[in-house]
């Protein structure tokens, strides 16, 4: 056999030796507690240990309001009330809207620069709100230009399905 094969067999065998732990009353010598024990069922039962430990942890941590107390974490209700909040504000900006316009058909009534006939609160208020305003996506000249520049160039080289030119 060669020499690191010993070595590793050496290792292994000094793992599974079998050592006694006992715990000695210091004044009688009296023994309380003896245990049987190898290296290796000590290092599995620490690292056994470990992994509960970090489990556990991260199980608190995940699943109750601890995760609070960590920065960068912001608890659920403060998210809930961000949320509501932003609504609210949304609906509050459309109805000020209505009213500033509600209130500018008014001052025109009232100077004179609108009849009174004309003046119903209901027409305002549909005027207020805003509609989207069509978006053109039709191709300008310089993306036509340049989608026949492509499929000219595509099919004076050809590509495999691999992505390599053929030749």
């Not at 009353?25 to 290092?43: G, W």
């Not at 489990?55 to 995760?67: G, K, M």
């Amino acid at each position: 056999m060669s020499r690191n094969r010993l070595k590793r067999k050496k290792f292994f065998d000094r793992l599974l030796i079998k050592n006694r732990l006992i715990i000695l009353n210091e004044d009688t010598f009296e023994e309380i507690f003896s245990f049987k024990l190898n290296i290796m069922s000590v290092f599995v039962s620490l690292s056994l240990g470990a992994i509960f430990l970090i489990s556990i942890t991260t199980v608190l941590i995940a699943f109750t309001p601890l995760r609070e107390f960590i920065p960068g974490y912001s608890s659920s209700q403060l998210k809930r009330d961000a949320t509501v909040l932003a609504l609210k504000s949304d609906s509050l900006s459309i109805a000020l809207k209505k009213n500033e316009v509600y209130i500018k058909s008014i001052q025109k009534v009232l100077n004179g620069d609108l009849e009174y006939a004309k003046f119903n609160k209901d027409s305002i208020l549909s005027s207020a709100e805003e509609t989207a305003e069509p978006i053109d996506l039709s191709p300008t000249q310089k993306e036509k230009e340049l989608r026949e520049r492509v499929n000219n160039e595509e099919n004076t080289h050809p590509v495999s399905p691999k992505g390599k030119p053929k030749n």
